[in-house]
């Protein structure tokens, strides 16, 4: 079965580190752009940030520059997402996705086009 898997969700403090990782099975991850999103609650969801299959560029949102990164693990057939000094307002499903079409453009982060794959996501929640 071909899918996407995230996982490392789970409650911290403000100011704490979580680590996610999406995860391919049934395919190559090497091969596709993959794109991370988060959804707030009551919010719409947003781009977080992307990477190319080459992991030649990496494009994160403006504001969370510094806070997080992205990166592969081509060997793990993942993708992960490093995230420190976390904020209340970094709460939400983080979900991430796969595409390789011209339609999938890594630098357009916040627009979801010609996604190959969806993960089902993962819960982040920072709460004092």
């Known amino acids: 079965q071909l899918q996407l898997v995230e996982s490392g969700g789970g409650s911290v403090q403000p100011g704490g580190s979580l680590t996610l990782s999406c995860t391919a099975s049934?395919?190559?991850?090497?091969?596709?752009?993959i794109g991370w999103f988060r959804q707030a609650p009551g919010n719409v969801r947003e781009g977080v940030g992307c990477?190319?299959?080459?992991?030649?560029?990496?494009y994160l949102k403006e504001v969370l520059k510094g806070r997080f990164t992205i990166a592969r693990d081509n060997a793990k057939n993942t993708v992960g997402l490093q995230m420190s000094s976390l904020k209340p307002e970094d709460t939400g499903v983080y979900y991430c996705?796969?595409?390789?079409?011209?339609?999938?453009?890594?630098?357009?982060?916040?627009?979801?086009?010609?996604?190959?794959?969806w993960g089902k996501g993962t819960l982040v929640t920072v709460s004092s």
């Open positions: 996705a796969a595409g390789r079409t011209m339609g999938f453009v890594c630098a357009d982060y916040d627009v979801e086009r010609e996604v190959d794959f």
């Open positions: 049934g395919f190559t991850l090497a091969t596709y752009h």
């Open positions: 990477i190319t299959r080459n992991s030649e560029s990496t």
